[in-house]
């Protein structure tokens, strides 16, 4: 214990300065968006965001800070050591992407005034919340320690796996998917409740109620990661809502592979899973003569 508090003082003292970078309201009515995440997060927020917000007349920067896999621990330990570790992906207000190489947390910070900053476990821990305290703990406090009172925290919730994924870690859940998705739901509220989140992105619930449609058990292209598209674009839908407080403009934009039943099936998931985020809501959707986008 006393070992996190030294840590933690020494890191006040070397970033209060961030307070000065993003600590005020960013300019105009552009929204900026940083995710510490990992594959799952390239998922949500690096496809198809921008082009709903852009659909519906609304400006967003999104970053995206990545390492494949990265649990809430290698986040902590990166920031203890200051690690230049990260692909940092970034989306600006125009749209135009860019990426770069070995970037640091703290680099990454200081990039923008950011208003909403998005942290999340590993997907194969997402379900286990004693694998969240201890790291949660030091970056919650690292993050509170830079006194920006107008950014916003958010927790983004990760999804079950299919029920045929061959990854290692669905034997943490007995290679249930609901036993996962349950496990999820009660991590994510715990994490929610107890480290004073501002906004939970229910990407997990919104693919689950998506499951109850004709879209059926289609939303992975690996048994883990989300379909390029229909799967992508639910937890786009997801995002949009829950920055914005609106439903998803699915009508104005959808990907070209997603048709515009699926992009219903996107909409109303992400809306249900918004208005109930820790339980499933069945959809009743009635399929159409198309095949689901892969």
Not at 72 to 90: E, M, P, T, V
Request: aromatic share 12%; with cysteine; proline share 4%.
């Amino acid at each position: 214990m006393f070992k996190i508090k030294f840590v933690l003082n020494i890191l006040f003292i070397v970033f209060a300065p961030l307070s000065l970078v993003y600590g005020q309201p960013a300019a105009g009515d552009t929204i900026r968006v940083l995710a510490i995440g990992n594959s799952f997060s390239e998922d949500a927020v690096e496809q198809y965001l921008h082009e709903l917000a852009d659909a519906a007349g609304k400006k967003i920067v999104i970053g995206n800070l990545y390492i494949g896999g990265a649990p809430l621990s290698l986040h902590w330990k990166n920031i203890q050591g200051n690690k230049n570790a990260y692909r940092y992906r970034k989306i600006a207000a125009d749209g135009l992407k860019s990426t770069s190489n070995k970037v640091s947390i703290l680099t990454a910070l200081q990039s923008e005034r950011w208003d909403y900053i998005s942290i999340q476990q590993a997907s194969r821990l997402s379900g286990m919340f004693d694998t969240y305290v201890e790291p949660l703990t030091g970056i919650k406090h690292f993050l509170d320690s830079v006194d920006a009172p107008n950014v916003r925290y958010i927790w983004h919730q990760t999804w079950a796996y299919a029920p045929n994924s061959t990854h290692a870690g669905f034997a943490n859940y007995g290679k249930d998917q609901q036993r996962m998705y349950q496990a999820i739901m009660k991590a994510s509220a715990q994490a929610k409740k107890e480290f004073h989140f501002d906004v939970l992105v229910p990407s997990g619930t919104a693919i689950q109620d998506a499951r109850t449609t004709f879209l059926g058990d289609n939303l992975t292209r690996d048994g883990y990661h989300l379909n390029l598209h229909i799967g992508r674009f639910i937890a786009a839908c997801t995002w949009f809502e829950s920055l914005f407080g609106e439903e998803a403009p699915t009508d104005r934009y959808h990907p070209e592979k997603v048709t515009p039943e699926e992009a219903e099936v996107a909409r109303q998931a992400a809306h249900a899973a918004v208005k109930s985020p820790f339980k499933i809501t069945t959809l009743k959707m009635k399929a159409v003569a198309s095949e689901i986008a892969r």
